[in-house]
């Protein structure tokens, strides 16, 4: 299932987003650090071009206006991330009619499930641990014929 954040980023992979968002939690600076201001602006400035050269032309307009990357991280966050009641109902109906002999391997269905999850989780619908439980033992019914 793709995400809606999907639709603003170049199809050139998860790798790059990934960086850029590891790079925009790493440049936050506490009050001890010595790096001087002229490094700080120049690597926002960096992660700022990496974010525009990533997303496709159709979102330029919400990022063409931001001063920092993470104020532009924030406008796209605000701009394709989706909190609202289709969003939820959509993510339990598929949390609920999500089924084991759908997936290859064991795994694939957990971390489906966990997927589905946390995407509730994100969207301030978090799951209980013995609903989650209770799913996903519903998901790995066998299938029993009699004889």
């Given at each position: 299932?793709?995400?809606?954040?999907?639709?603003?980023?170049?199809?050139?992979?998860?790798?790059?987003?990934?960086?850029?968002?590891?790079?925009?939690?790493?440049?936050?600076?506490?009050?001890?650090?010595?790096?001087?201001?002229?490094?700080?602006?120049?690597?926002?400035?960096?992660?700022?071009?990496?974010?525009?050269?990533?997303?496709?032309?159709?979102?330029?307009?919400?990022?063409?206006?931001?001063?920092?990357?993470?104020?532009?991280?924030?406008?796209?966050?605000?701009?394709?991330?989706?909190?609202?009641?289709?969003?939820?109902?959509?993510?339990?109906?598929?949390?609920?009619?999500?089924?084991?002999?759908?997936?290859?391997?064991m795994e694939d269905y957990v971390n489906e499930v966990m997927s589905l999850s946390q995407?509730?989780?994100?969207?301030?619908?978090?799951?209980?641990?013995?609903?989650?439980?209770?799913?996903?033992?519903?998901?790995?019914?066998?299938?029993?014929?009699?004889?």
């Amino acid at each position: 299932m793709r995400d809606s954040r999907d639709r603003c980023i170049n199809p050139t992979g998860y790798g790059p987003r990934r960086y850029v968002v590891i790079e925009l939690r790493s440049e936050r600076y506490d009050e001890a650090d010595t790096t001087s201001q002229h490094v700080r602006e120049r690597r926002d400035q960096k992660a700022l071009a990496k974010i525009c050269l990533m997303v496709k032309p159709a979102v330029y307009s919400h990022v063409r206006s931001a001063n920092t990357a993470l104020e532009a991280w924030q406008n796209l966050a605000m701009a394709f991330e989706d909190k609202g009641l289709n969003r939820r109902l959509l993510l339990l109906r598929s949390l609920c009619s999500i089924k084991l002999e759908t997936f290859v391997t064991m795994e694939d269905y957990v971390n489906e499930v966990m997927s589905l999850s946390q995407k509730l989780a994100a969207v301030d619908k978090p799951v209980d641990d013995e609903f989650l439980g209770a799913i996903m033992l519903q998901g790995c019914r066998m299938i029993t014929s009699p004889w």
